[in-house]
């Protein structure tokens, strides 16, 4: 089955900051997906975006499915942004959605 | 819309014994799934369905049985509980699958300890 890479596995950052996560995938998808999970444990979705980029607010995400990865921006972050992002993915003819391990962001006051 | 719910929250079961985990989503949704998640692993897929009436195995199926009777429904069967079941069980829905409206909507979870 497809792969899944997030990078970095933890990541510090102080209010204000940007930053940049990134996800790898093995082969040729038709559905990535973004997700953040707050520190009380639910998941909520943040992109729909298995090609091209979109924008919402602060956040960014593109993915270049020919070089097969994804990348979320997190601009001027806030204590909020603090949990873990996931990438999820699904290729080929089947109908199962591949996470990655998860990226654990804290933000600093 | 109540979105994507599940019950219990919390749960504590004794090794043997079996339980259902109820999940239900009022969004018409044809694409319903399970994950569960350990420290350290993210999100497996244990089960999943394209529609009412069908069911596939995901990444870890061994232990749990799923049934859709339904498209709101699709509960979660554990047979005789394991140490190794312990963990946070996610139910997602979404409008279709692989298709432009693929967003995923997760439940709030369902936290199972089996001692």
């Known amino acids: 089955g497809i792969q899944v890479e997030q990078s970095p596995p933890d990541l510090i950052l102080q209010e204000g900051a940007n930053s940049t996560l990134r996800c790898n995938f093995s082969?040729?998808?038709?559905?990535l997906q973004w997700f953040h999970q707050n520190p009380w444990g639910q998941l909520i979705n943040l992109f729909y975006i298995p090609s091209g980029t979109k924008q919402n607010g602060r956040l960014s995400a593109t993915t270049v499915a020919t070089e097969r990865y994804s990348l979320l921006y997190i601009s001027s972050s806030q204590t909020t942004d603090s949990g873990v992002y996931f990438c999820a993915v699904m290729g080929g003819a089947n109908s199962k959605l591949t996470f990655g391990k998860g990226i654990t962001l804290s933000v600093r006051p | 819309n109540a979105g994507v719910t599940q019950t219990p929250k919390f749960q504590v079961l004794k090794t043997g014994q079996s339980m259902t985990l109820q999940c239900a989503q009022d969004?018409?949704?044809?694409?319903m799934s399970w994950y569960r998640q350990d420290p350290g692993m993210g999100l497996r897929l244990i089960h999943y369905s394209v529609g009412a009436g069908i069911t596939d195995q995901g990444e870890v199926p061994n232990g749990y049985n799923v049934s859709r009777s339904t498209t709101e429904d699709f509960p979660l069967r554990l047979l005789s509980a394991a140490p190794s079941q312990t963990s946070v069980y996610f139910c997602?829905?979404?409008?279709?699958?692989?298709?432009?409206?693929?967003?995923?909507?997760f439940g709030p979870g369902t936290r199972l300890t089996v001692l």
């Open positions: 969004m018409n949704h044809e694409y």
């Open positions: 082969d040729s998808v038709n559905n």
């Open positions: 997602a829905s979404s409008l279709t699958s692989g298709g432009a409206l693929d967003t995923q909507y």
